[in-house]
Nanobody, 124 residues
Framework: QVQLQESGPGLVQPSQTLSLTCTVS??????????WNWVRQPPGGGLEWIGY???????FISPTLQLRASISRGTSESQFTLRLTSVIPEDTATYYC????????????????WGQGSHVTVSS
């Protein structure tokens, strides 16, 4: 069974950098043809897609966060990370890492596994 677990700080000061790590068990982040996503949900708000890193290492960031967010593989082969710079109070949210399956041509067939979520508060 595939499991995802987020880890990182629960409190970050404004203007600083948020770093979150997703640890994957029961599967490989390099296996064809999975994409590994970060999604967040502000208090009382809806889900917002942040971006992904693919099985081959390609990354894509939502245009709304392109200037501040980056995703990369961790030092462990079972981990990938999110970095969000210059955080503001509006970045306060529960952050999820999510697995996405795609066909060879790139068509998504669903978000099948989610982490439990990591709540992050941006405050001084």
């Amino acid at each position: 069974q595939v499991q995802l677990q987020e880890s990182g700080p629960g409190l970050v000061q404004p203007s600083q950098t948020l770093s979150l790590t997703c640890t994957v068990s029961g599967g490989s982040i390099t296996a064809n043809y999975y994409y590994w996503n970060w999604v967040r949900q502000p208090p009382g708000g809806g889900l917002e897609w942040i971006g992904y890193i693919s099985y081959s290492g390609n990354t894509f960031i939502s245009p709304t966060l392109q200037l501040r967010a980056s995703i990369s593989r961790g030092t462990s082969e079972s981990q990938f990370t999110l970095r969000l710079t210059s955080v503001i109070p509006e970045d306060t949210a529960t952050y999820y890492c999510v697995r996405e399956g795609r066909h060879y041509a790139g068509t998504s067939w669903g978000l099948d596994y989610w982490g439990q979520g990591s709540h992050v508060t941006v405050s001084s």
